[in-house]
């Protein structure tokens, strides 16, 4: 059984820093890609990064380009969100997710953690 767990969110003031982390197991990890999404009351999951398996190529929204950057650690069966520069519209729960590729497109992805609250106060 493939399980996500994610960790690293919080309170936070704008400009200020965070990162997420996100253990996988139940599936050989390096062998998928990763992504990060996020989910705001009444709006639809977007796409936030996403890492594929084996060359670690990145993708970005172009609301967090310059900003986030997503890593990870194969042995460790964990992918990374490292957020700067946070703003207030950064506020939302952030789920990572596991898929073939990286897609930016959620309903692509197979499995999915449970989110993590992340609250940016201006």
């Known amino acids: 059984q493939v399980q996500l767990v994610e960790s690293g969110g919080g309170l936070v003031q704008a400009g200020g820093s965070l990162r997420l982390s996100c253990t996988a197991s139940?599936?050989?990890?390096?062998?998928?890609?990763m992504g990060w999404f996020r989910q705001s009351p009444g709006k639809e999951r977007d796409f936030v990064a996403a890492i594929s398996s084996r060359s670690g190529d990145t993708y970005y929204a172009d609301s967090v380009k310059g900003r986030f950057t997503i890593t990870r650690d194969n042995a460790k069966n964990t992918v990374y969100l490292q957020m700067n520069s946070l703003k207030s519209e950064d506020t939302a729960v952030y789920y990572c997710?596991?898929?073939?590729?990286?897609?930016?497109?959620?309903?692509?992805?197979?499995?999915w953690g449970q989110g993590t609250q992340v609250t940016v106060s201006s």
């Open positions: 997710a596991t898929g073939a590729r990286p897609y930016n497109d959620y309903a692509r992805y197979d499995y």
């Open positions: 139940g599936r050989t990890f390096s062998m998928y890609a």
